[in-house]
């Protein structure tokens, strides 16, 4: 059903990210079936927007108003500092393990 419907993006490593569950679940507007903004899921994506969404997502595209892990965006806004630390912490314990 891929271009019609969004394909299922799932992160295998656990990670500690305001837009991505520990259980891998993404939260990413291009993967949204219905959205109110238009940047949800059309026709017209390719994967290769798909891997694109997820890389910003992974480098500048935090969204820490509207998180889908509210642990690690509350976490971020009074310690920013105590954030990335936890985020290298991840890194170093489920990427490189």
């Known amino acids: 059903m891929y271009s ?3 394909p299922t993006v799932k992160c ?3 990670i500690w990210h305001p837009n991505i569950t520990e ?9 949204r079936e219905r959205s109110i ?7 017209t994506r390719t994967l290769k927007d798909v ?5 910003a997502l ?3 595209l935090l969204n820490f108003d ?10 971020h806004l009074p310690d920013k500092e105590d954030f990335q630390n936890k985020v290298e912490e991840y890194m170093e314990h489920y990427a490189r393990g």
């Open 37 to 43: 903004d238009s940047t949800g899921c059309a026709p």
């Open 23 to 31: 259980t891998g679940e993404v939260c990413l507007s291009l993967l």
């Open 12 to 14: 295998l490593t656990r």
């Open 51 to 55: 891997v694109r969404g997820f890389n």
């Open 4 to 6: 019609v419907v969004p």
């Open 58 to 60: 992974l480098s500048d």
């Open 66 to 75: 509207d998180p889908l892990h509210i642990e690690a965006a509350e976490h």
